[in-house]
C-alpha cells in the first residue's frame, strides 16, 4: 500500500515538474524573441508575419476584385490613349500591363534602370512603334543613382520573382532573403517624374504605373506635387515606409482623387473620372 502511494506521488511530482520544465523552456523563448525582435529594430528592420502576406495571395487568387479585372475595365472603359509605366522589368516576368498595352495599342514610356533588364524590355516589346523606352531610374530630384541586386550568377538560388526586385534600399532584398553576400550594386542614371514628362512634352497622361520596390510612394508624391497631370495611378503599397504612405494619402485627397486597394497595389482615380467596374 506504501509503495502504490509512493508512486503515485512519484507519478504527480513528475508531471507537475515536466509541466513547470515546460513553463519556463515557453517563458525563456518568448524572452529570446522579444530581445531578437529588439534587435532587428534597432537595424532598421522587421519581423513579420509571413501568414499575412500568404493569405492576402491566396485571398487575392479567385477574387472577384483582382488587379487583373480592374486594368481590363480601365483599358477597355477608360479608354487608355496613353501611360507611364515605371518599373517595368523585362516586360515579360510578373508585369501586369503588357497583355493590355500589346491589346489596345496603347502609346507608352516604358521605364527600367537594370540594363539586363532593360535590353529584355526592348527586346520582348520590338517591332512597336507605339512604345519607348527609357534605361533609367525615376527618383525625386535625381537622388537615386545606384540600385541594389542579385548578382546573375546566383539567380538560380532563388524564385524567378527575385531578379524583379532591384531597389535603391539593400534591406529590400534582404528582407526578400537574399544572403548578403549575393548582392552588388549597380550604378544607373536617374531622371525626375518632372523632367521625363518634359522630355517627351505630355500634355494628358490616362494611366501612371509604378512597381519601384519600396519607391513607389516617393515617385507618386513626386507627380503630385510637382506637375498638374490628373492620370489613373497604380502603385505597390506593401513595401513603403508607413510615413510616406500617410503623406501620399494625404495628397491623393488633397488633389481629389479617391483611392481603393486590391492586392498589393493601390487604385487612385481622379474624382472628375467615373468609375465603371463589371464583376
Known amino acids: 500500500m506504501l509503495f502504490i502511494l509512493n508512486f503515485i506521488s512519484f ?11 515546460k513553463l519556463l523552456i515557453y517563458k525563456k523563448l518568448s524572452m529570446m524573441f522579444k530581445i ?8 532598421g528592420y522587421k519581423l513579420i508575419n509571413k501568414n499575412i502576406i500568404k493569405n492576402n495571395k491566396t485571398l487575392s487568387l479567385n477574387s472577384k476584385m483582382n488587379l487583373k479585372i480592374v486594368l481590363e475595365n480601365i483599358f477597355n472603359k477608360q479608354k487608355i490613349k496613353n501611360l507611364i509605366q515605371v518599373g517595368a522589368n523585362d516586360g515579360i516576368s510578373f508585369d ?4 493590355f498595352i500589346k491589346k489596345y495599342e496603347v502609346k507608352s514610356i516604358l521605364v527600367e ?3 539586363e533588364n532593360f535590353d529584355k524590355l526592348k527586346s520582348n516589346y520590338k517591332n512597336l512603334d507605339y512604345i519607348q523606352f527609357e534605361n533609367v531610374a525615376i527618383s525625386k530630384k535625381n537622388e537615386v543613382n545606384y540600385l541594389y541586386k542579385v548578382d546573375t550568377k546566383f539567380n538560380n538560388y532563388y524564385d524567378a520573382h527575385i531578379p524583379a526586385i532591384p531597389s535603391f534600399d539593400k534591406k529590400h532584398l534582404l528582407n526578400h532573403g537574399v544572403k548578403n553576400s549575393h548582392i552588388i550594386k549597380e550604378r544607373v542614371d536617374s531622371l525626375s517624374v518632372k523632367d521625363l514628362i518634359k522630355k517627351y512634352k505630355i500634355n494628358s497622361l490616362d494611366l501612371f504605373f509604378v512597381d519601384a520596390e519600396g519607391y513607389d510612394g516617393k ?3 513626386d507627380l503630385l506635387n510637382e506637375t498638374e497631370l490628373r492620370p489613373i495611378i497604380i502603385f505597390e503599397y506593401v513595401h513603403i515606409e508607413n510615413k510616406i504612405f500617410k503623406d501620399v494619402i494625404d495628397k491623393i485627397i488633397n488633389k481629389n482623387f479617391f483611392y ?3 492586392n498589393e497595389c493601390v487604385i487612385v482615380f481622379p474624382n472628375e ?3 465603371e467596374l463589371f464583376l
Do not use: A, G, H
Open 113 to 115: 534602370p537594370i540594363k
Open 273 to 275: 473620372k467615373k468609375l
Open 11 to 21: 507519478k504527480y511530482i513528475s508531471k507537475n515538474l515536466l509541466y513547470f520544465v
Open 96 to 99: 501586369e500591363i503588357n497583355f
Open 260 to 262: 481603393f486597394p486590391v
Open 219 to 221: 515617385i507618386v508624391l
Open 36 to 43: 531578437i525582435k529588439k534587435i532587428v529594430n534597432l537595424f
